[in-house]
């Protein structure tokens, strides 16, 4: 029996576990990428591990957040993280350089290697046919540090691409058809395989659109082959010795399949507030429209932001819209701007942002009250976009163009005028804003911005706790620990970003917390669903939240929770859901044991002496880990 690309690379970097059974594997890394927002925290476990140098072939810490400097927050991070990148020997993307994961297409990643990022959009590098996986950033701390990543086993699932796009339908329609059919749960636990005679009519940076929102269906990874196109891109970035052909064994078999037609595709648009919320644009063509933003690490590429130049070329922008757009790179920029492109942008009335997440993030541009605000991002989560009774809608940079010229959701099939750009020979390349590792006496800056890290306490092996919250289905790292402007400059100082954990919930949640001193939440299904912002744990667990039970959880953040000492449980009967108010006392004892035997345990609450029964499906590694207090304490003792 052939084996999968999937197989293939898992094979090449497997340390331990088994690829045909067992629960989880571990992969040695090769390389890392961290952002600022996060990457504060990565870099602080690294060093609190007593780690000196990084063990990768290449780590890269990227600032793409949070580049406003409105106060000394950002700016101290900045240094931090610059001058922890020289000390430790990882490369550092100055602000201003790009988004983490446009840039690491560009100058970093390699076929047939893996990446693990403290980004949840790492796997956009699957467009290079790289096995890249987003994680928390104390995984990535320690896979900097050389020690493996673990990651359940997963399935594949493989997408079988027939035929080619038509014009005004891109690899956005594509990604949106799969979210359409598959839903934003239909990837979790697998790895998304990208295959067919279509996929050569797709070029690195199409691609890499596709993979980018496989983390919107809740896959660990997507990728696709490394072929000409492959050895084309990489060719024009000046690292044609990156490449290697890679791609499945013809009698590979599958978990699962999805087979797509790419000429029957038309122009999509997902609705708020779900990234598969998903329509034809054609159903929803009289909506009047207020804002277009064309950017983000899914649509901020050469090839994208040509075609909304050629689209914006001699033309304006409605009176009644507001046109932002952030190019993914400076590579990006600086072509633009070589070749005239920037020009037919601003002649057009579009507003120029720096290379950055910027609004995708809630960093600016917010959209004006109760707006219909249409975006080439990645998500369209209720709030994200800094207002909460905006509506977001997802669509190709062709869509989002046509809308900002004529003021409504519009077809750009209507336009008339051709979307096909000529694909760069030859990328414009000046690295001189990645700075090279440093020397490893660099002296960290560490100003009042960057906190001692906060460690989580050893698991009880009796816990009383009151239920602080009981939530719904699919809360968000989002709806968790929030971002924005005023909250992610706190990034590095946990005891003042806690503060807002849960704020847009329940804003007294944080003193509430504190009253109580420790607690758990009970939810539904898909907790911890967005985002591999470890905030999410790490804040509730500074402010005493010992467990989480709820139906189920989203992969990345169930991670995080155990990385920092949460217990993540599901229920057997997730009907028993319906038992548990807020305010209840949970009781739970011989925890010890019980979660480092397989198999479910009971528990009971304050008002209901019948037990009930819920598991924990912790390996026997993150049983030790919660019983050492979290990841960073237990990692400390092994080295
Ligand atoms: Fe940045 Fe948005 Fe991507 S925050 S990394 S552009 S998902």
């Given at each position: ?73 950002n ?53 290079m ?8 950033g ?16 997963p ?5 079988w ?50 993979t ?44 699962e ?36 933003a ?34 993914g ?79 409504y ?67 968000t ?26 704020h ?8 509430k ?9 009970v ?54 859901l ?62």
């Amino acid at each position: 029996m052939g084996q999968s690309l999937t197989q293939k690379i898992l094979a090449s970097h497997l340390v331990s576990g088994d690829l045909e059974q067992g629960n989880e594997i571990a992969l040695r890394i090769d390389q890392t990428l961290t952002q600022d927002a996060t990457g504060t925290m990565a870099y602080l476990q690294f060093e609190a591990m007593n780690l000196s140098r990084v063990q990768t072939e290449c780590s890269v810490s990227y600032i793409d957040h949070n580049t406003l400097q409105t106060g000394f927050e950002n700016a101290d991070d900045h240094a931090f993280l610059q001058s922890a990148a020289a000390r430790f020997g990882a490369y550092f993307s100055r602000p201003g350089n790009g988004i983490c994961h446009q840039v690491h297409l560009e100058r970093f990643a390699k076929p047939g290697k893996t990446l693990l990022g403290s980004d949840s959009h790492t796997p956009t590098a699957g467009g290079m046919g790289m096995l890249a996986m987003g994680a928390g950033g104390l995984d990535v701390a320690v896979a900097m540090g050389g020690g493996p990543f673990y990651l359940p086993n997963p399935k594949v699932l493989r997408v079988w691409l027939n035929g080619q796009l038509s014009e005004w339908v891109s690899a956005k329609d594509i990604i949106l058809e799969i979210l359409r059919t598959l839903t934003v749960k239909g990837g979790v636990g697998k790895i998304i395989e990208y295959a067919g005679p279509g996929v050569k009519t797709l070029t690195v940076p199409e691609r890499s659109t596709i993979t980018n929102m496989g983390a919107e269906l809740g896959a660990s990874s997507s990728i696709f082959p490394s072929d000409e196109q492959t050895l084309r891109f990489l060719e024009a970035q000046g690292r044609a010795e990156d490449w290697v052909p890679l791609s499945a064994d013809k009698d590979a078999s599958y978990d699962e399949e999805l087979r797509i037609d790419l000429s029957q595709l038309v122009p999509l648009v997902a609705q708020p507030h779900s990234p598969d919320n998903v329509v034809p644009v054609s159903d929803l063509a009289t909506t009047p429209v207020q804002q277009v933003a064309i950017g983000s690490c899914t649509n901020s590429s050469y090839q994208d932001l040509m075609r909304v130049s050629q689209i914006l070329k001699g033309k304006h922008v409605h009176p009644s819209v507001s046109l932002v757009i952030s190019p993914g790179s400076r590579q990006v920029l600086t072509m633009l701007a070589d070749n005239g492109a920037l020009t037919n942008l601003l002649d057009s009335g579009a507003r120029l942002l720096e290379s950055t997440c910027g609004p995708c993030i809630g960093m600016g541009q917010s959209p004006v009250s109760k707006a219909v605000s249409v975006r080439t991002f990645n998500r369209n989560f209720k709030g994200r976009s800094g207002t909460q009774d905006a509506s977001v809608f997802l669509a190709s940079p062709e869509v989002a163009s046509a809308c900002a010229l004529t003021g409504y959701i519009t077809d750009p099939r209507t336009l008339g005028t051709s979307s096909n750009v000529d694909y760069p020979q030859q990328f414009r390349i000046d690295d001189s804003m990645i700075l090279p590792p440093g020397d490893p006496d660099t002296p960290i800056q560490r100003g009042p911005n960057i906190q001692p890290l906060p460690l989580a306490p050893a698991l009880d092996n009796t816990l009383d706790l009151p239920i602080i919250l009981k939530l719904g289905d699919n809360v968000t790292t989002d709806d968790i620990m929030p971002a924005g402007s005023k909250i992610l400059p706190l990034r590095s100082n946990i005891p003042a970003i806690s503060e807002y954990t849960f704020h847009k919930i329940d804003p007294q949640f944080a003193a509430k917390a504190k009253d109580l001193k420790q607690s758990v939440i009970v939810a539904g299904h898909n907790y911890g669903q967005g985002s591999s912002r470890e905030h999410a744990a790490l804040a509730p667990m500074y402010l005493g939240l010992r467990v989480v039970l709820a139906q189920s959880f989203a992969r990345i953040h169930r991670a995080n929770l155990i990385n920092f000492g949460i217990l993540p449980l599901t229920f057997v009967n997730e009907e028993d859901l319906t038992r548990f108010e807020s305010g209840m006392i949970l009781h739970l004892s011989g925890l010890h044991q019980a979660i480092q035997t397989p198999g479910p345990f009971a528990l009971t609450t304050d008002n209901d002496a019948n037990p009930i029964l819920v598991r924990h499906d912790l390996t026997e590694r993150q049983a030790k880990i919660l019983l050492a207090g979290g990841l960073l304490n237990s990692t400390k003792a092994a080295y």
